[in-house]
Structures are given as C-alpha cells and as structure tokens.
Nanobody, 126 residues
C-alpha cells in the first residue's frame, strides 16, 4: 500500500499563497492518479485538482483554475498543490489522495481513490 502525508497548511491572508505537500511512501506517485480534495465544516468533500503522470492529464475544479497548480517531484516522491490568490472560500481541510485505476472521467470524484492522507488545515483570512 501507499501512505500519504499532507503538510504545508496554515493561516494566510486573502490574496496570499501557500504550497501544500503530499509525501508519498511505498510506491512512486507516478503510478497513480493523484488528487487534492478539500472539505469545509458542514460541507461535502470537494474536488480541487488531479493529475496522472503516466496518463499525461491534469484537471482542476473551475473554482481554482488559474490560481492553483498541481505538480510532483518524482525524486522526492512528493506531490504539491501551489495555491495562489487565495480567497476566504478556499478555507478547508485539504486532503491528498491516490488512485491506482482511475480514468480521466472519474478523477474529479472521490470514488476511485483508494488512499487518503489525514488532511492539512488551510485558513484564509479576509
């Protein structure tokens, strides 16, 4: 199995930037579709971004397109989420996830992801 550990969350003012990291242990993340999701209190878990190196695709939620970038460092086996121009509505717990058999049409849903991190809190002040 793989284990995922998120880090990099914190408090940031609106308009600021933050970079989240997802350390992957057990297997190279390049074998998986990797996703970022977020969940605010009292709300459903929401897709943020996903990519699959071996498939060559990347997808973003409309709400973060142009502001967030998902990337990875294969040498460090770490996936990143660079978040720029942050808004208060971005406040949530952010989760990293890995799917071994996801296809492009499902990477924006939680169902294909077998592995999940414990989450890291992001708070954006107004």
């Amino acid at each position: 199995q793989v284990q995922l550990v998120e880090s990099g969350g914190g408090l940031v003012q609106a308009g600021g930037s933050l970079r989240l990291s997802c350390a992957v242990a057990g297997r190279s993340f390049t074998r998986y579709a990797m996703g970022w999701f977020r969940q605010a209190p009292g709300e459903q878990r929401q897709f943020v971004a996903a990519f699959k190196r071996s498939g060559g695709y990347t997808r973003y939620a409309d709400s973060v397109k142009g502001r967030f970038t998902i990337s990875g460092d294969s040498a460090k086996n770490t996936v990143f989420l660079q978040m720029n121009s942050l808004k208060p509505e971005d406040t949530a717990v952010y989760y990293c996830a890995a799917a071994s058999s996801a296809i492009m049409t499902t990477v924006d849903t939680a169902s294909p992801y077998e592995y999940w991190g414990q989450g890291t809190q992001v708070t954006v002040s107004s």
